[in-house]
């Protein structure tokens, strides 16, 4: 009998419970167009420009003869423009190996 009205009594306790939440509209995936130094799914508004500057630092393990990473650091300059709603372009430079880079992301 215990067991009984145990189970009726929690039956009614979780009844009126509801586990899901009201739904909202999802914005973006990420916040940006670029994820770490990788391309996000995002892609820039029409006619945005967007201007990156990124550094990619060197092994800290040299201490202070290297200044710890910071000589052996490298930068990469780069513009990415927003032709349309979903059509992205963009160009860069970086100082390794004084490379340039190009890229279309639909």
Not at 8 to 13: D, E, G, K, T, Y
Not at 52 to 57: D, E, G, M, Y
Not at 75 to 97: A, E, W
Request: net charge neutral.
């Amino acid at each position: 009998m215990n067991k009984v009205a145990l189970s009726i009594i929690s039956m009614l306790l979780f009844f009126g419970t509801n586990a899901q939440e009201d739904e909202k509209p999802v914005k973006n995936t990420f916040l940006g167009t670029r994820f770490i130094n990788l391309h996000s799914a995002n892609v820039a508004d029409k006619y945005e420009l967007q201007m990156l500057i990124q550094h990619r630092f060197g092994d800290i393990s040299g201490g202070f003869y290297e200044f710890f990473g910071l000589d052996d650091a490298s930068m990469r300059l780069g513009f990415d423009y927003g032709i349309t709603k979903n059509l992205n372009i963009g160009v860069g430079r970086s100082s390794y190996m004084k490379t340039f880079d190009s890229f279309v992301k639909y």
